[in-house]
């Protein structure tokens, strides 16, 4: 009989693996298979090597002021610790609104800014930024996933928000679409979980 394994970091959402079932189709099988499910918990101390913190404010995700207040705590950041720090935006537009208010700043810190911008290349930021001393690095989904910063190559991470995708994304109206025929709740049941994962893998560029 053939015998498939799928192992990673993020495909529970909820202790379950529901979503991830749903998104293989596996849940649509039409014969009986049996499904071993196991969730191993984290070999690291997050409580012991992670400091968490949520910013709270009434102030529009969307919003100039949002920005500008996000890029004034990236800067008081940057400016008390001699740390190297990522800062995962979700768009190109978020990058180059943070670039334009922090430049200028970062020059009379002497202190390197990099950004992930249209046309620049990924693996050249990772090198200047894995080569630098006590720089912002920062990306755009592409930093998401699949880049390494293991030890002191990274110590900071701030995602500037929820990673949900784009809701005019054709694919993803369609996907609402066809759960809301089913009567489904497109948000919840693919939207949330999505950016679950997503966040999961952002924060795993940290640990």
């Known amino acids: 009989s053939n015998i498939g394994a799928f192992c990673s970091a993020t495909i529970?959402?909820?202790?379950?693996?529901?979503?991830?079932?749903?998104?293989?189709?596996?849940?649509?099988?039409?014969?009986?298979?049996?499904?071993?499910?196991?969730i191993f918990q984290t070999p690291f101390f997050l409580e012991e090597q992670v400091s968490f913190y949520s910013y709270k404010s009434d102030l529009h995700i969307n919003s100039d002021d949002y920005i500008f207040n996000i890029s004034e705590q990236i800067f008081e950041l940057a400016s008390f610790f001699n740390k190297k720090m990522l800062v995962l935006c979700t768009s190109y537009k978020q990058a180059s609104q943070l670039k334009h208010?922090?430049?200028?700043?970062?020059?009379?810190?002497?202190?390197?800014?990099?950004?992930h911008e249209k046309g620049r290349s990924r693996n050249s930021l990772i090198r200047a930024f894995?080569?630098?001393?006590?720089?912002?690095?920062?990306?755009?989904?592409?930093?998401?996933?699949?880049?390494?910063?293991?030890g002191d190559e990274l110590s900071i991470l701030m995602m500037i928000r929820i990673?949900?995708?784009n809701p005019s994304d054709p694919y993803l109206k369609y996907l609402n679409d066809q759960l809301n025929i089913q009567g489904k709740n497109g948000f919840n049941e693919y939207q949330v979980p999505e950016a679950c994962i997503k966040m999961k893998q952002?924060?795993?560029?940290?640990i």
């Open 202 to 206: 952002g924060f795993g560029r940290l």
């Open 101 to 115: 208010r922090l430049s200028s700043k970062f020059k009379n810190i002497n202190k390197r800014l990099l950004v």
């Open 163 to 165: 990673p949900f995708s």
């Open 12 to 38: 529970s959402i909820d202790n379950n693996f529901e979503y991830f079932k749903t998104s293989l189709g596996l849940d649509r099988l039409s014969y009986d298979r049996d499904f071993s499910e196991h």
């Open 130 to 150: 894995k080569e630098s001393k006590n720089s912002v690095l920062i990306g755009t989904m592409a930093f998401w996933e699949g880049v390494d910063f293991p």
